[in-house]
């Protein structure tokens, strides 16, 4: 029996008519519903996402999965599809808006410091169990395992995911659908850890990532940006692996580079890698947020928010502020901490600031992570595309908090806030101002987190901004993958100093 046989007679007519209507939709959605990026400075919202506070979904994930529906979809069944949604859309705010109430699912500064306090608890009852365990690590691993998801999604070699993934989720992504798709420039933002628990026989941690990337189909491309949470679980009793088997998707039994076969099966030691045995794997995917990537907001200034908001501090700092005092046999920690602040801290932030309004943004390579260079190159290219630039001057530090330090058995990290004002403005090739202020000094805070390797004693005072801190020589030669060219040492992985891993924006910071 032949479906739509109408279809057929009057194809040319619909095509038409499909054509106009999704223009008219996708044009409406646009004006209404896709954000302009809040706020510039590289803290200020472009570390990911380009929104600086944005909420969960909204006008924002309709817009994204309208237009979705309408490159994905025949013309036939995306239409209605989205005259549906509108209609719902359009019923669902009039009632809320009948209601008189404004429902906000923005946590308060008590619901962060709470949730920051049981999940850093947690962390360290993860931590009695497997002494290997790293917050650092894991979030590299979690960065591995979505950049690979998303880059390998489609192709043959997905199979090398199998053992990280829950096996309905594994049947989802080989379905041939995917086939006939691209993503494509993934830029991967911040990753947070919302929760750690068990469950049966599982530990499991959830995790919110934010990111932005390119999707082809059918010729026809769209950048996104979204906030995803993933759920990872391993079984009860397993060691986390060492450093190089967590950033790098090795095996877990052997430690080859990633080739499975389909069934999970590693090509080298031959051993069947059952998910969540020896390595975390990925039990559960959703889509928070989804909005389509727009440059039109770079030169769109909106109010500061939270830098009034008190310090969200680790609970019982104190007892970790001891324990790096005596793992590094300092004789003070107030003297410390003025070194750290004076010779790490402020050059960095001044540095960094330099190269964002300089677009100069390979200079400060060999300080700052992999995924927080790759971030924030993203947006500096997106201002060069548009002739644009962020201009940051007369920058003033005035305070400068302690938020948390972590120490484990690879990795040790400060995260501080850092509270400034400068003149904030974005200008055209011509010099004309879009947005901010010349004259007006802009005041805020960020959160900036530090890292480097355990054991690593360089004394804070000695270190140069502009020499390799392996070999001394200077750091002009480090090429996107931060590899010093005259010792041919990679040097933003802190196991010679410490590198800029994170920078959140006081709303955004949880702990």
Not at 1 to 23: A, D, H
Request: aromatic share 14%; glycine share 8%; hydrophobic share 35%.
């Amino acid at each position: 029996m032949r479906r739509y046989p109408f279809l057929k007679k009057n194809r040319k007519t619909i095509k038409t008519i499909s054509f106009f209507v999704g223009f008219a939709i996708i044009f409406f959605f646009a004006l209404l519903f896709i954000p302009e990026l809040l706020h510039a400075r590289p803290g200020g919202g472009h570390s990911y996402s380009g929104g600086g506070s944005s909420g969960g979904g909204g006008g924002d994930g309709i817009a994204g999965l309208i237009i979705w529906l309408l490159l994905s979809l025949p013309p036939e069944i995306s239409i209605p599809l989205v005259i549906i949604i509108i209609i719902f859309y359009y019923y669902s705010k009039r009632k809320d808006a009948k209601g008189g109430q404004t429902i906000s699912s923005a946590p308060t500064h008590t619901n962060k410091f709470n949730d920051n306090r049981l999940t850093e608890n947690r962390i360290e009852e993860l931590k009695t169990t497997d002494p290997n365990f790293s917050r650092l690590l894991f979030i590299d691993f979690v960065s591995s395992v979505y950049h690979k998801y998303y880059s390998y999604l489609g192709k043959k070699e997905f199979k090398d995911l199998k053992p990280f993934f829950a096996g309905r989720l594994w049947d989802n992504a080989t379905k041939d659908g995917y086939n006939q798709r691209n993503i494509s420039e993934i830029v991967i933002g911040n990753i947070s850890l919302i929760t750690v628990f068990e469950s049966g026989e599982y530990t499991g941690i959830t995790v919110d990532i934010n990111s932005n990337y390119t999707i082809t189909i059918g010729g026809k491309s769209s950048r996104y940006i979204l906030t995803e949470r993933w759920l990872f679980n391993r079984k009860k009793g397993t060691l986390s692996l060492a450093p190089e088997g967590m950033r790098d998707l090795k095996c877990p039994n052997c430690g080859a580079a990633g080739n499975f076969t389909d069934a999970g099966k590693c090509e080298y030691c031959d051993t069947f890698i059952e998910a969540g045995e020896m390595q975390w794997f990925v039990n559960q995917i959703s889509v928070l947020n989804q909005e389509v990537f727009s440059t039109k907001g770079l030169a769109h200034y909106e109010q500061e928010v939270g830098t009034d908001y008190p310090t969200i501090v680790q609970p019982a700092i104190n007892t970790y502020i001891n324990k790096f005092t005596d793992l590094h046999k300092l004789p003070d920690w107030n003297s410390y901490w003025t070194n750290f602040t004076d010779n790490i801290a402020v050059p960095y932030f001044m540095e960094i600031y330099a190269a964002w309004t300089n677009l100069n943004w390979s200079k400060v390579r060999h300080l700052v992570s992999d995924r927080l260079y790759e971030s924030y190159d993203f947006w500096i290219e997106a201002y060069k595309s548009e002739k644009l630039r962020n201009k940051l001057e007369n920058i003033k530090i005035s305070k400068i908090d302690m938020a948390t330090i972590e120490v484990d058995k690879y990795y040790e990290s400060f995260t501080v806030r850092i509270f400034a004002s400068c003149n904030d403005y974005v200008e055209n090739n011509n010099g004309k101002v879009l947005g901010g202020s010349k004259k007006q000094a802009r005041y805020f805070s960020e959160y900036w987190t530090f890292m480097r390797r355990t054991g690593v004693e360089i004394v804070e005072s000695e270190f140069s901004l502009n020499n390799c801190p392996n070999c001394g020589a200077s750091a002009d030669k480090m090429g996107q993958s931060a590899v010093c060219e005259y010792c041919g040492t990679k040097i933003s992985n802190g196991d010679f100093s410490w590198i800029l891993t994170r920078i959140v924006q006081d709303e955004e910071y949880t702990g």
